[in-house]
């Protein structure tokens, strides 16, 4: 059990060779910290262009992993398929939420935020002004933009897990 994307993660083999599954195990849970690195927008990690490093100058020219561009692709076709309700640009806004909770938490004032602070956040929410180059692999966002994956890391790190599992031939897990 590891403590990534902020919750416990544990993977259970079931194989009888144990260096096959101590094998496999190492495998996977490089991709779950692989994924943690790249999906984290609280830390930035050395050798990783991750959703921090582009929250901390969106307007940059960011050059990111394959794996990242895959994520955040599949991010943007969701917004569509949802119609808008899922939205991975909707960061400033959960940054307000998040802070009056934080001031709530720590013994503030536990209020909610005002309509125009939400408003405010809310006019760097589209996600129409990221510029993601899925052929090679670059990602630049409008002054003010910040992303959070939150809503799909956890899952695709789950599914990029199972298909390493499954390539190191482990049918039980």
């Given at each position: 059990t590891l403590k990534y994307f902020g919750t416990s993660i544990t993977i259970d083999i079931y194989e009888a060779d144990k260096n096959k599954a101590y094998s496999?195990?190492?495998?996977?849970?490089?991709?779950?910290?692989?994924?943690?690195?790249?999906?984290?927008?609280?830390?930035?990690?050395?050798?990783?262009?991750?959703?921090?490093?582009?929250?901390?100058?969106?307007?940059?020219?960011?050059?990111?992993?394959?794996?990242?561009?895959?994520?955040?692709?599949?991010?943007?076709e969701w917004h569509g398929i949802t119609q808008g309700r899922f939205n991975v640009a909707l960061a400033p806004v959960l940054e307000v939420w998040r802070s009056y909770r934080k001031r709530c938490q720590q013994g503030g004032t536990c209020e909610l935020p005002s309509d125009i602070e939400l408003a405010n956040a809310a006019?760097?929410?589209?996600?129409?002004?990221?510029?993601?180059?899925?052929?090679?692999?670059?990602?630049?966002?409008?002054?003010?933009?910040?992303?959070?994956?939150?809503?799909?890391?956890?899952?695709?790190m789950v599914e990029k897990v199972y298909d390493q599992l499954k390539a190191d031939n482990i049918t039980a897990f």
């Open positions: 496999a195990l190492c495998h996977a849970l490089n991709v779950v910290q692989e994924y943690h690195y790249l999906a984290s927008n609280f830390s930035t990690y050395p050798g990783y262009t991750n959703i921090q490093t582009i929250n901390n100058n969106p307007e940059q020219l960011h050059h990111i992993d394959a794996k990242l561009t895959e994520l955040l692709a599949t991010s943007i006019k760097n929410i589209d996600i129409k002004q990221i510029k993601l180059d899925v052929n090679n692999n670059t990602i630049q966002m409008k002054p003010g933009m910040k992303l959070d994956l939150g809503g799909i890391a956890k899952g695709w």
